[in-house]
């Protein structure tokens, strides 16, 4: 059975590679709008990626030491998009950073994520942000609290624990969970579609490069993308496996 | 077992390779913004003939590409002229069976109660009024939208304002039900879809900036159903069929 599925895997894989001819790859890897959507793309996901971090970090820290009221629902909610599709998401962000109280607000600021770069950042951080939540507590987890306490107890505050006790012994975890908050941004599509609008060279992101290929009827292009898209998947997850993290 | 899944694995992919999907009697390509009156008639004529009817929707540029690629069809629909004509020249579909069906008809959209209060078409490069149209390489939409804008002579002025080129067309009724753009150029079945409904209001396009399209349907030369690809075609032209696009909104051909 399981040799099956993969045979399957690797046969569909293998097709996105074998249909398309090289000259085709090449001449569309350095065409103008692959160029600028793969440059878009890097941006974006390294910025989501990091600002990904910023929060998981803490976060799933806290859900792994600490007790406190609402933990459960906190964990529900943190969850909830990894299982709930991207459109709905995407629409979502849109609700909420449309013409609300808080759109607003965040507009006055600066920060406007309808239809704009920024908003690929957004939708791509809210789409990583449980994923690496969820890899970042189960490293928590697996690290032994008594080493912590043992390290309080010789003299460190909290936060010089976390930073030259925790932190450390978590790097293997912290950087499984940077590279699939990439892997996750670098794949975003529909809550990008929806909450930046998907415009050709403007809001073009590789899935968004892909799917407008496919529907010009282009499919050389759509191909390339989708082949960009699997080299960068399949670092991330070589990376992910060497760090030999479980979920 | 696991030697007789691996024979039944080799003969699915050589089989798939040959591009036979299992599909049902009757394979129909259809334009996405046609699904509403599409999914009826198919319903209907599934019924009458006893048989299985699937429908493939896509945007005009992608089912071309498909019927192009090879894929099974047996009857096209596209949402514009355009694509049968070249589908004869290049022989993908069979000439005297392209029937005009309906007009599709494009107009501005607008929020409930038009907040950049936009009358017309010239309203839409008025200074500060976000628009929004589709990529005008995707839908047909796009495509009509910027051929519209150009004729006005005022493409240009227009782009300062065109906040999101959308790939799909749903996306343009979402971002202008949830007032996120003033205006967009869409077609006038669209806005009939109960979705909208009060939730947006409907400009009509001048007579002189607006560019009308007929909505063709062929029976693909490759059909491997002809008898009942024939008589698809004829249904959905047919009187029955034309009161089932009026009833979604759009406006029979004259004959």
Not at chain 1, 26 to 40: C, D, G, P, V
């Amino acid at each position: 059975m399981t040799f099956f599925i993969t045979l399957l895997l690797v046969l569909a894989i293998g097709s996105l590679f074998v249909v398309p001819t090289l000259e085709d790859i090449r001449q569309n890897i350095w065409n103008a709008e692959m160029r600028y959507s793969l440059k878009l793309s890097l941006g974006t996901g390294l910025i989501s990626t990091i600002l990904v971090m910023f929060f998981a970090l803490p976060i799933g820290y806290a859900l792994s030491r600490f007790h406190f009221w609402g933990k459960g629902f906190v964990k529900t909610i943190i969850d909830m998009p990894i299982a709930f599709p991207e459109l709905v998401l995407g629409l979502c962000l849109l609700l909420l950073f449309g013409n609300t109280p808080v759109g607003k607000l965040l507009s006055a600021l600066g920060l406007t994520f309808v239809f704009t770069k920024k908003g690929i950042v957004a939708a791509q951080f809210f789409t990583a942000l449980p994923y690496a939540i969820r890899i970042m507590k189960s490293t928590f987890d697996y690290i032994n609290p008594r080493i912590e306490f043992v390290s309080r107890s010789l003299g460190y505050s909290m936060a010089e624990t976390f930073k030259n006790i925790s932190l450390p012994l978590a790097k293997n975890g912290i950087l499984a969970s940077t590279v699939i908050s990439f892997a996750r941004c670098i794949g975003t599509f529909g809550t990008v579609l929806i909450l930046a609008g998907g415009s050709f060279m403007k809001t073009e992101i590789l899935p968004i490069t892909l799917y407008l290929n496919i529907s010009y009827g282009n499919m050389g292009m759509a191909l390339t993308s989708g082949i960009v898209l699997m080299v960068v998947s399949f670092i991330a997850i070589f990376i992910f496996e060497k760090t030999e993290v479980g979920l | 077992m696991m030697k007789r899944l691996l024979i039944v694995a080799v003969a699915v992919v050589f089989l798939s390779g040959a591009s036979v999907g299992i599909a049902g009697d009757l394979m129909i390509f259809s334009g996405a913004g046609l699904i509403k009156p599409m999914e009826e008639m198919r319903a209907n004529f599934a019924k009458t003939y006893n048989v299985t009817v699937d429908v493939h929707y896509g945007s005009s540029g992608e089912i071309f590409a498909a019927v192009a690629a090879g894929q099974p069809c047996d009857v096209l629909i596209p949402g514009a002229e355009k694509y049968t004509e070249d589908a004869v020249k290049n022989g993908w579909v069979i000439g005297d069976t392209v029937t005009k069906l309906v007009l599709h008809v494009p107009l501005i959209a607008v929020p409930k109660d038009n907040p950049a209060n936009v009358k017309g078409f010239m309203d839409l490069v008025r200074s500060g009024v976000r628009v929004a149209i589709g990529d005008p390489k995707a839908p047909a939409i796009g495509r009509v939208a910027r051929k519209m804008l150009k004729k006005a002579g005022v493409w240009e002025q227009a782009t300062k304002n065109i906040t999101v080129y959308a790939p799909t067309v749903n996306q343009l009724l979402i971002y202008v039900a949830l007032k996120q753009v003033d205006a967009a150029i869409i077609w006038g079945d669209l806005v009939t879809w109960a979705e909208g409904k009060g939730k947006l209001e409907v400009v009509p396009i001048e007579k002189q900036y607006n560019i009308i399209k007929t909505i063709p349907t062929a029976v693909c030369t490759k059909a491997t159903h002809k008898d009942l690809a024939y008589k698809f075609n004829e249904y959905i032209a047919s009187d029955e069929g034309l009161s089932i696009w009026t009833k979604w909104g759009f406006e029979p051909c004259k004959k």
